[in-house]
C-alpha cells in the first residue's frame, strides 16, 4: 500500500486524503467520503471492529463522570452514537457537530426514534471554525474524528476556545499497536481485511483503504499529547485500549 501525503508547512502536518486522484482540500473529500458511506457507516462501525468501538465510547465517557459537565459539545459526530453516550454523564445539553450532512441525516433520525431530540441537537459545523462563542461548553468530545481534521493544531485550538475554564477535552482515536502480536496482527487486518471488507459493503474502496492510511500517518500516543500541550491542553492523559488499537486522550484547559 502506498501512503501519499500532502505536506504544508504552513500547517506543519502530514495529510493523507481520500481521494487521491481529486484535487479538493482533505476537508472537502472527507465531507464527500462520509456522506457516500453513510448508509452504511453504523453497520460497518461495529461490524469491522467486532462491536469493541461500543466498549471503547463507554470507557471514554466513565472518564468525564462526576466532573459538573452541564454543556457538551460532540465534534464529528457523525450518526451520533458519542453524543448518545455521553447522556450518561447527565448534561443538560448536548450539542453535536459534523462536516457531512448525510452522516447528520442519519443521526438526527436515530435520535429521533430514540425520543432524544429534546436532549441532543446535531448540525452542521467544521471543526477547524466552530460557530459557538468562547467558552460555551463544559467538555468537549471527538470520537474518531480528530485524524480526519486538514490542520489538527488548528483544530485542536479551536476546541480550547469554545471550552469554559476548567472544561474538559476528550478524544477517542485509533492508534498503531507496538508490540508483538498486536502489531502484526492489527497490520495484517488493517491493509487486507478492512478494505476489502469495506468495498464489499460500503461500495467506496477509497474510503476502507483511506481509513488505515490516515491512522498510520496519524501522531498518536506520545507525540499526540506533544501536540495536545503545545496547543494549551494541561493535565494531559493518553490511555491506549485493546493493545494500542485504540486510545483515549483526556486534557483540560486552565482555570
Known amino acids: 500500500m502506498t501512503l501519499i501525503y500532502v505536506w504544508d508547512l504552513s500547517k506543519q502536518s502530514t495529510m493523507v486524503v481520500p ?11 472527507v465531507a464527500e467520503m462520509f456522506n457516500s458511506i453513510s448508509p452504511k457507516y453504523d453497520f460497518l462501525n461495529h461490524l469491522l471492529s467486532g462491536g469493541i468501538d461500543i466498549i471503547w465510547r463507554k470507557k471514554a465517557i466513565n472518564l468525564l463522570k462526576n466532573k459538573g459537565i452541564k454543556s457538551l459539545l460532540d465534534i464529528a459526530t457523525g450518526t451520533g452514537d458519542f453524543a448518545i453516550e455521553a447522556l450518561k454523564i447527565q448534561p443538560e445539553k448536548i450539542i453535536g457537530v459534523d462536516i457531512s450532512q448525510g452522516m447528520l441525516d442519519f443521526g438526527i433520525e436515530k ?39 486538514e ?7 479551536d476546541m480550547l476556545r469554545v471550552l469554559k475554564p476548567g472544561g474538559y477535552c476528550l478524544i477517542l482515536e485509533f492508534s498503531n499497536p507496538r508490540k508483538f502480536p498486536m502489531k502484526q496482527l492489527y497490520t495484517f487486518y488493517s491493509k487486507f481485511i478492512l478494505p476489502l471488507l469495506g468495498k464489499l459493503i460500503s461500495k467506496d474502496p477509497a474510503a476502507y483503504t483511506y481509513l488505515p492510511e490516515s491512522v498510520q500517518a496519524f501522531p498518536d500516543g506520545q507525540n499526540f499529547l506533544d ?18 488499537i485504540c486510545s483515549i486522550y483526556l486534557g483540560q484547559k486552565s482555570k
Open 19 to 29: 481521494y487521491k486522484n481529486q484535487s479538493q482540500g482533505k476537508k472537502e473529500q
Open 111 to 149: 435520535i429521533k426514534k430514540l425520543g432524544l431530540q429534546d436532549k441532543i441537537h446535531l448540525q452542521l459545523g467544521d471543526s477547524e471554525k466552530l460557530p459557538f462563542s468562547d467558552q460555551s461548553f463544559d467538555a468537549i468530545t471527538v470520537s474518531f474524528g480528530v485524524r480526519n481534521y
Open 151 to 157: 490542520n489538527l493544531e488548528k483544530g485542536l485550538s
Open 227 to 244: 501536540i495536545f500541550q503545545q496547543v494549551g491542553y494541561q493535565n494531559t492523559q493518553w490511555i491506549p485500549m485493546t493493545g494500542g
